[in-house]
């Protein structure tokens, strides 16, 4: 996006009262609005404190003083979903997106995996971050992230009604809205 500022803006932020919901931000609805063509989005989730916007600004060849707010202090810097568009490559624009880190101090489980589900579903790549080996508990919040993700999906794309039940009251639906119902996953990295 030509002249655009190379500092992240925030796109959904912990609400302050009950701190497992976001909120949207209009600055950041302003921004996805201005940009062109097609969008491919990259985010990067994972632990806090290991490194995402540090890693989010090499992607895009920025320094720390640049792009997403890189701390040196113990607690989580980065809180909700901030995002800054890259380049154009191939007529479409790069937007990067960084997260809140997981297993934050005083974060209730439910606010993690929402910012887990919200980045699947908006992400053509998500780079999961370890600082270390692959876990039990990473596959384990993988595939967590992964059904929350689909489930979000579903309901959001209910199908157009046609009038019927099934036998619980629910009503039937057929079509998809022109796309094919299913939800894919992003590339993992």
Not at 94 to 101: I, N, S
Not at 159 to 188: F, I, M, Q, R, Y
């Amino acid at each position: 996006m030509a002249g655009a500022a190379r500092r992240a803006v925030a796109l959904l932020l912990p609400d302050p009262a009950s701190h497992t919901r976001l909120r949207l931000q209009p600055e950041a609805l302003s921004l996805l609005q201005r940009l062109e063509g097609p969008i491919s989005v990259v985010s990067v989730v994972g632990a806090y404190r290991t490194g995402k916007s540090w890693l989010l600004n090499e992607l895009m060849g920025l320094g720390c003083d640049a792009g997403f707010v890189v701390g040196h202090q113990r607690h989580t810097q980065t809180k909700g979903v901030w995002i800054l568009p890259g380049d154009r490559a191939n007529a479409t624009t790069r937007l990067f997106m960084d997260t809140e880190g997981f297993d934050g101090t005083g974060q209730a489980e439910v606010y993690d995996d929402r910012i887990f589900a919200f980045a699947a579903l908006v992400s053509d790549v998500i780079v999961y971050n370890l600082a270390e080996t692959i876990k039990q508990a990473d596959i384990e919040r993988l595939a967590f992230a992964a059904q929350l993700s689909h489930e979000f999906w579903r309901r959001a794309h209910r199908p157009a009604v046609d009038g019927g039940e099934d036998g619980n009251g629910v009503v039937a639906t057929v079509g998809d809205g022109g796309g094919s119902g299913e939800w894919t996953p992003p590339a993992l990295l």
